[in-house]
Protein backbone atom coordinates (compact mmCIF):
# COMPACT_ATOMS: atom_id res chain seq x y z
CA UNK A 1 0.00 0.00 0.00
CA UNK A 2 1.01 3.63 -1.02
CA UNK A 3 0.34 4.69 2.72
CA UNK A 4 3.70 2.80 4.33
CA UNK A 5 0.70 1.33 6.94
CA UNK A 6 1.01 -2.35 7.77
CA UNK A 7 -1.86 -4.82 6.06
CA UNK A 8 -2.50 -7.34 7.93
CA UNK A 9 -5.14 -10.21 6.62
CA UNK A 10 -6.57 -13.57 7.83
CA UNK A 11 -5.45 -14.88 4.32
CA UNK A 12 -6.39 -14.92 0.59
CA UNK A 13 -9.91 -14.44 -0.91
CA UNK A 14 -10.47 -17.61 -1.77
CA UNK A 15 -11.48 -21.69 0.00
CA UNK A 16 -13.24 -21.02 3.15
CA UNK A 17 -12.57 -17.38 3.62
CA UNK A 18 -14.20 -16.81 0.46
CA UNK A 19 -17.15 -18.61 0.73
CA UNK A 20 -17.71 -17.56 4.32
CA UNK A 21 -17.39 -14.41 3.30
CA UNK A 22 -19.74 -14.29 0.38
CA UNK A 23 -22.47 -15.70 2.49
CA UNK A 24 -21.85 -12.65 5.65
CA UNK A 25 -22.07 -9.97 2.49
CA UNK A 26 -24.20 -11.87 0.06
CA UNK A 27 -26.55 -14.26 1.22
CA UNK A 28 -27.36 -11.73 4.71
CA UNK A 29 -25.45 -14.40 7.50
CA UNK A 30 -24.36 -11.17 9.39
CA UNK A 31 -24.30 -13.81 12.64
CA UNK A 32 -20.78 -14.89 10.34
CA UNK A 33 -19.37 -11.74 11.73
CA UNK A 34 -19.16 -12.98 14.89
CA UNK A 35 -16.68 -16.21 13.82
CA UNK A 36 -14.78 -13.99 11.34
CA UNK A 37 -14.09 -11.26 13.65
CA UNK A 38 -12.46 -14.03 15.54
CA UNK A 39 -10.00 -14.64 13.14
CA UNK A 40 -9.31 -11.06 13.00
CA UNK A 41 -8.75 -11.23 16.54
CA UNK A 42 -6.09 -13.82 16.05
CA UNK A 43 -4.66 -11.61 13.19
CA UNK A 44 -4.59 -8.38 15.25
CA UNK A 45 -2.02 -9.78 17.49
CA UNK A 46 0.67 -9.35 14.93
CA UNK A 47 -0.04 -5.35 15.44
CA UNK A 48 -0.73 -4.91 18.53
CA UNK A 49 2.98 -4.30 19.45
CA UNK A 50 2.65 -0.75 17.60
CA UNK A 51 1.10 1.01 20.21
CA UNK A 52 -1.56 2.00 22.63
CA UNK A 53 -5.29 1.25 22.46
CA UNK A 54 -6.55 2.06 18.85
CA UNK A 55 -9.76 3.11 18.08
CA UNK A 56 -11.35 1.05 15.71
CA UNK A 57 -12.63 2.30 12.63
CA UNK A 58 -13.91 0.98 9.65
CA UNK A 59 -14.09 1.37 5.73
CA UNK A 60 -17.32 2.89 5.08
CA UNK A 61 -19.88 1.26 2.74
CA UNK A 62 -21.72 2.74 -0.02
CA UNK A 63 -25.11 4.07 0.74
CA UNK A 64 -26.52 1.96 -1.69
CA UNK A 65 -24.90 -1.54 -0.65
CA UNK A 66 -25.44 -1.02 3.05
CA UNK A 67 -29.07 -0.41 2.36
CA UNK A 68 -29.61 -3.31 0.49
CA UNK A 69 -27.79 -5.84 2.56
CA UNK A 70 -29.49 -3.84 6.15
CA UNK A 71 -25.37 -3.40 7.18
CA UNK A 72 -21.85 -2.36 6.41
CA UNK A 73 -19.66 -6.13 6.96
CA UNK A 74 -17.17 -3.95 7.35
CA UNK A 75 -18.42 -2.54 10.28
CA UNK A 76 -19.88 -5.91 11.63
CA UNK A 77 -16.70 -7.13 11.70
CA UNK A 78 -15.30 -3.41 13.40
CA UNK A 79 -17.80 -3.82 15.86
CA UNK A 80 -17.46 -7.51 16.70
CA UNK A 81 -13.69 -6.83 16.94
CA UNK A 82 -13.83 -3.96 19.47
CA UNK A 83 -16.10 -5.89 21.62
CA UNK A 84 -13.90 -9.08 21.54
CA UNK A 85 -10.64 -7.36 21.90
CA UNK A 86 -12.21 -4.20 24.39
CA UNK A 87 -10.85 -1.48 22.38
CA UNK A 88 -12.76 1.61 21.71
CA UNK A 89 -15.06 2.34 18.54
CA UNK A 90 -15.85 5.01 16.25
CA UNK A 91 -17.59 5.45 13.19
CA UNK A 92 -15.68 8.87 12.11
CA UNK A 93 -15.71 7.88 8.14
CA UNK A 94 -19.28 8.05 5.92
CA UNK A 95 -19.76 7.58 2.75
CA UNK A 96 -21.69 10.28 1.05
CA UNK A 97 -23.11 9.62 -2.46
CA UNK A 98 -22.15 6.50 -4.47
CA UNK A 99 -18.41 5.54 -5.73
CA UNK A 100 -17.31 3.78 -8.53
CA UNK A 101 -17.19 0.36 -8.33
CA UNK A 102 -14.40 -1.65 -7.64
CA UNK A 103 -15.32 -4.91 -8.27
CA UNK A 104 -13.92 -6.79 -10.91
CA UNK A 105 -11.05 -3.78 -12.07
CA UNK A 106 -7.68 -3.99 -12.40
CA UNK A 107 -5.04 -2.74 -10.11
CA UNK A 108 -4.93 0.18 -12.81
CA UNK A 109 -8.44 1.38 -12.89
CA UNK A 110 -9.12 0.40 -8.97
CA UNK A 111 -6.48 3.17 -8.80
CA UNK A 112 -7.52 5.65 -11.11
CA UNK A 113 -11.31 5.70 -9.89
CA UNK A 114 -12.14 8.21 -7.85
CA UNK A 115 -13.06 8.29 -4.21
CA UNK A 116 -14.34 11.35 -3.30
CA UNK A 117 -17.46 10.32 -1.38
CA UNK A 118 -15.70 9.56 1.74
CA UNK A 119 -15.52 12.07 4.79
CA UNK A 120 -14.89 12.30 8.33
CA UNK A 121 -17.88 13.45 9.98
CA UNK A 122 -16.87 14.93 13.76
CA UNK A 123 -13.22 14.37 15.37
CA UNK A 124 -10.83 11.61 15.94
CA UNK A 125 -7.16 11.61 17.75
CA UNK A 126 -4.48 9.10 18.81
CA UNK A 127 -3.89 6.22 17.34
CA UNK A 128 -6.22 3.80 15.14
CA UNK A 129 -6.92 0.38 13.48
CA UNK A 130 -8.74 0.62 10.14
CA UNK A 131 -10.62 -2.82 9.51
CA UNK A 132 -12.33 -3.65 6.19
CA UNK A 133 -13.39 -7.00 4.75
CA UNK A 134 -11.46 -7.34 1.61
CA UNK A 135 -8.16 -5.43 0.71
CA UNK A 136 -7.36 -5.84 -3.37
CA UNK A 137 -4.54 -2.72 -4.00
CA UNK A 138 -5.41 -1.37 -1.10
CA UNK A 139 -6.34 2.10 -3.00
CA UNK A 140 -10.30 2.78 -0.88
CA UNK A 141 -8.17 1.88 2.38
CA UNK A 142 -5.29 4.31 1.57
CA UNK A 143 -7.84 7.00 0.63
CA UNK A 144 -9.31 6.32 4.38
CA UNK A 145 -6.04 6.47 6.18
CA UNK A 146 -4.81 9.90 4.64
CA UNK A 147 -8.51 11.29 5.36
CA UNK A 148 -8.08 9.86 9.06
CA UNK A 149 -4.37 11.50 9.35
CA UNK A 150 -5.36 14.58 7.88
CA UNK A 151 -8.25 14.99 10.78
CA UNK A 152 -5.42 14.21 13.42
CA UNK A 153 -5.43 10.50 13.76
CA UNK A 154 -2.87 8.18 13.96
CA UNK A 155 -3.42 4.75 12.13
CA UNK A 156 -1.75 1.79 12.80
CA UNK A 157 -2.27 -0.75 10.36
CA UNK A 158 -4.91 -1.61 8.50
CA UNK A 159 -7.09 -4.98 9.08
CA UNK A 160 -8.92 -7.02 6.43
CA UNK A 161 -10.13 -10.72 6.50
CA UNK A 162 -8.71 -11.26 3.09
CA UNK A 163 -6.62 -10.18 0.24
CA UNK A 164 -7.96 -10.78 -3.02
CA UNK A 165 -5.05 -10.97 -5.67
CA UNK A 166 -6.42 -9.06 -9.00
CA UNK A 167 -4.14 -8.45 -12.31
CA UNK A 168 -2.34 -5.98 -12.90
CA UNK A 169 -3.78 -4.48 -15.89
Do not use: W
Not at 7 to 33: H, M, T, W
Not at 42 to 52: F, I, S
Not at 98 to 105: H, I, M, S, V, Y
Amino acid sequence: MDSGHPVVVCGRYEGPIRRALLAFKQSGKRAYGRVLAELMARAYETVRPLGGMPTVVEVPAVSSRQRYRGYNPAGVLADELAHRLGLPRMRPLVCAGELPEQKGLSCVERRSNKLEGFRIMGSIRGPCLLVDDVVTTGTTAGHCLRLLQEKGAEPLAVLALARSVRRAA
